[in-house]
């Protein structure tokens, strides 16, 4: 649908490139359902099968699945996760990261670059 406005605007003239696409910003429901696929894809399981609020050190993933999760979230997203942000208070809290927080975290990080 974003990728459908942003050529309608570029179409009418409305807009460039850049702005058509920074110009629409992503619905967090959106962030979320790609931060579970992520998830979930990087656990070799169904999306469904991943809790957005339960610890995803919990439901099997470790640090390297973690390391190429925020690294795909960065690409898919075109964002920085800072580590202070997805593990504020060190390991401990990194334990207890969610894909909730981590769609929050990019949530924030896009609305930075807006």
Do not use: C
Not at 80 to 102: F, I, N
Request: glycine share 4%; aromatic share 2%.
């Amino acid at each position: 649908m974003r990728e459908w406005i942003a050529a309608a605007a570029l179409a009418a003239g409305v807009v460039t490139a850049p702005e058509a696409l920074a110009a629409t910003p992503i619905p967090m429901v959106e962030i979320l359902d790609r931060v579970r696929a992520g998830a979930a894809s990087q656990l070799g399981r169904k999306k469904s099968d991943i809790e957005i609020t339960r610890p995803l050190f919990e439901q099997g993933l470790d640090e390297l699945d973690l390391v190429e999760l925020v690294m795909a979230l960065e690409e898919k997203f075109e964002v920085e996760l800072p580590d202070a942000e997805l593990a504020p208070l060190g390991k401990e809290s990194m334990d207890k990261l969610t894909v909730q927080r981590l769609a929050e975290i990019v949530d924030a990080q896009l609305k930075k670059k807006r």
